[in-house]
Nanobody
Framework: QVQLVESGGGLVQPGGSLRLSCVAS????????MGWYRQAPGKQRELVAT???????NYADSVKGRFSISRDNAGSTVYLQMNSLKPEETAVYYC?????????WGQGTQVTVSS
């Protein structure tokens, strides 16, 4: 069973930074890719960033230039570095992993951007 555990969320002031971590029970090299979504209250879940097993990355237009997705050398942890955060980016951030036609989700970590 694939498990994902996120951490790193919290309260940050507008313009601040946070780094989210997602630890997977398998290596990204055994997957079809991993990434992050977010869901704000009353809104649909939206894709934030993705990374493939080969290291290719993709970002939502709204976060390009401010967010960065990466992985560790072992491939079991994926990070989301978030800079210049905005209040409207307050949301629960979810890590996901794709493997063999199935998507697995973490439990989510709350990010609150507020002064």
């Amino acid at each position: 069973q694939v498990q994902l555990v996120e951490s790193g969320g919290g309260l940050v002031q507008p313009g601040g930074s946070l780094r989210l971590s997602c630890v997977a029970s398998i290596s990204i090299f055994s997957t079809n890719g991993m990434g992050w979504y977010r869901q704000a209250p009353g809104k649909q879940r939206e894709l934030v960033a993705t990374i493939t097993s080969g290291g290719s990355t993709n970002y939502a237009d709204s976060v390009k230039g401010r967010f960065s997705i990466s992985r560790d050398n072992a491939g079991s942890t994926v990070y989301l570095q978030m800079n210049s955060l905005k209040p409207e980016e307050t949301a629960v951030y979810y890590c996901y992993l794709d493997r063999v036609f199935r998507r697995y989700w973490g439990q989510g970590t709350q990010v609150t951007v507020s002064s």
